[in-house]
């Protein structure tokens, strides 16, 4: 049961990259291969709790507590709906909320005594070379697109992932071109999907090797093309939230590791440089695109608040969007006006927000907003501190200290993204990313002192 609880769990990972592609669909939401192998876990979790009779073992920690007061505090947003709401409004929150329950689900799988830390250090391994060959596809895209050669568009036919909308055939990828240089999507629905899953792989590949001279990938001559490649592909994103999430990351490393490590930082930064120059001069030489001018101009316009967009920014939708999310909070500022009813409001001019801090406080009010910071934050610093532990520590394997490692990592950049440009509550996306964390801190809370609370079914006499 182990083996096979380890190995689905494992799979989550590498199927929730078949997104575009639904099997059947149940109302409008595209159930995928992802879906299967998450019910299929649920029902190994069930099997081996109730007849197997296996433990759950729950840390007693802040991370943990504010999880599941937020997830019981979150029933309170369905307050609004109910007693004023349309038949239409009452029955998008119960289908959000339902849906929403079925994806933090997952969090709960990581509580099992059955999941082990070679199951994330495989889910690592493979993610490393997955994304790697969806990097070279991205690139392949830039000319493909350009020159008009083959596969240089993606059409999916899962209309799920176009929110409530009702779409008939295939959608295909979104993406904003200057002149002949389009923001390379990969496989991905828009470009920032791609560069923030190349700020984890960036986690991946370089955190470990500046903290234990070391990676996932052992031979530093290929860790050094994957991290370029790593990096001229999130370059090509043209994405802020790219810019950004990487940026707190260098600051992190520069905050808490050791200063013997800088010389490591420091070659991973001159890598950076010459990489994104050389591939600006050939996006010059072959497109006549001066992608670094762009992002200069688009950081300006960002400071000044967009007072000189140019074509395809989306600062100011995004910034008029989050003004529209915190008015309509006013109105409902306790419990909100429910989960997944934002684009019911008639002050509001889109489906959703653009953030996910923000989207909670608009539709789950104030209590649920402070509490998801607070579970942000607590993953943050709680792994930081199991981290600065455990880091001379002989008594665990390499591999797992990785783990552990990269734990503070992630945590900041789920925490930059939430925060800033993406709204991904009701998304696996984000609780696969915080569960990484939650299990490194529930696995290892023995170094930090916490408490467990062991849970196993017994049948009554």
């Keep these: 049961m182990e083996k096979l609880y380890n190995y689905s769990f494992i799979l989550t990972y590498f199927t929730q990259f078949l997104f575009g592609w639904a099997l059947f669909f149940v109302l409008n939401y595209g159930a995928t291969t992802l879906d299967l192998n998450v019910i299929l876990c649920y029902i190994l979790l069930f099997i081996s709790f109730f007849f197997l009779r296996k433990k759950i073992n729950i840390s007693i920690n802040y991370p943990n507590m504010i999880f599941f007061a937020f997830n019981f505090l979150i029933l309170f947003s369905m307050i609004k709906p109910i007693l004023s709401g349309g038949l239409g409004e009452i029955t998008q929150n119960i289908k959000s909320t339902l849906h929403y329950y079925y994806i933090v689900f997952f969090v709960i799988l990581l509580y099992s005594e059955l999941l082990k830390p070679y199951s994330f250090i495989k889910i690592i391994k493979g993610l490393i070379w997955i994304l790697f060959i969806f990097d070279l596809y991205g690139i392949y895209q830039l000319f493909a697109r350009a020159l008009g050669l083959p596969f240089g568009w993606i059409e999916y036919t899962n209309t799920g992932i176009m929110s409530r909308l009702e779409i008939v055939g295939t959608i295909q990828q979104t993406t904003v071109s200057f002149g002949s240089f389009y923001r390379v999507n990969?496989?991905?629905?828009?470009?920032?999907?791609?560069?923030?899953?190349?700020?984890?792989?960036?986690?991946?590949?370089?955190?470990?090797?500046?903290?234990?001279?070391?990676?996932?990938?052992?031979?530093?001559?290929?860790?050094?093309?994957?991290?370029?490649?790593?990096?001229?592909?999130?370059?090509?994103?043209?994405?802020?939230?790219?810019?950004?999430?990487?940026?707190?990351?260098?600051?992190?490393?520069?905050?808490?590791?050791?200063?013997?490590?800088?010389?490591?930082?420091?070659?991973?930064?001159?890598?950076?440089?010459?990489?994104?120059?050389?591939?600006?001069?050939?996006?010059?030489?072959?497109?006549?695109?001066?992608?670094?001018?762009?992002?200069?101009?688009?950081?300006?316009?960002?400071?000044?608040?967009?007072?000189?967009?140019?074509?395809?920014?989306?600062?100011?939708?995004?910034?008029?969007?989050?003004?529209s999310t915190i008015s309509i909070w006013t109105q409902y500022p306790l419990f909100g006006v429910g989960l997944g009813l934002l684009g019911y409001q008639k002050e509001f001019v889109a489906l959703f927000s653009d953030t996910t801090i923000f989207s909670i406080l608009a539709e789950c009010g104030i209590f649920n907003f402070i509490l998801f910071n607070a579970l942000l934050y607590s993953l943050l610093f709680t792994s930081i501190r199991l981290y600065k532990i455990v880091r001379e520590r002989d008594n665990i394997p390499a591999d797992e200290k990785k783990l552990i490692g990269i734990a503070p990592y992630i945590a900041l950049f789920e925490t930059v993204r939430c925060s800033l440009t993406a709204n991904i509550l009701i998304y696996f996306v984000l609780w696969m990313e915080l569960s990484f964390i939650f299990f490194v801190i529930n696995y290892y809370s023995s170094y930090l002192g916490h408490k467990i609370l062991t849970i196993t079914f017994r049948k009554s006499s």
């Design 186 to 323: 990969s496989i991905f629905v828009e470009p920032s999907v791609l560069a923030s899953f190349n700020i984890l792989l960036f986690i991946f590949l370089v955190i470990p090797w500046i903290q234990q001279r070391e990676g996932f990938i052992k031979n530093n001559k290929i860790l050094l093309l994957l991290v370029s490649v790593c990096l001229i592909t999130l370059f090509l994103t043209y994405s802020m939230t790219g810019l950004g999430s990487l940026s707190f990351v260098l600051l992190l490393i520069f905050l808490i590791e050791y200063f013997e490590s800088y010389k490591f930082l420091f070659k991973v930064m001159l890598i950076s440089i010459v990489t994104i120059v050389f591939a600006n001069l050939l996006m010059i030489e072959l497109f006549g695109i001066d992608l670094l001018k762009l992002f200069t101009y688009r950081i300006e316009n960002i400071f000044t608040l967009g007072s000189d967009e140019m074509g395809g920014e989306s600062f100011t939708t995004r910034l008029s969007n989050t003004l």
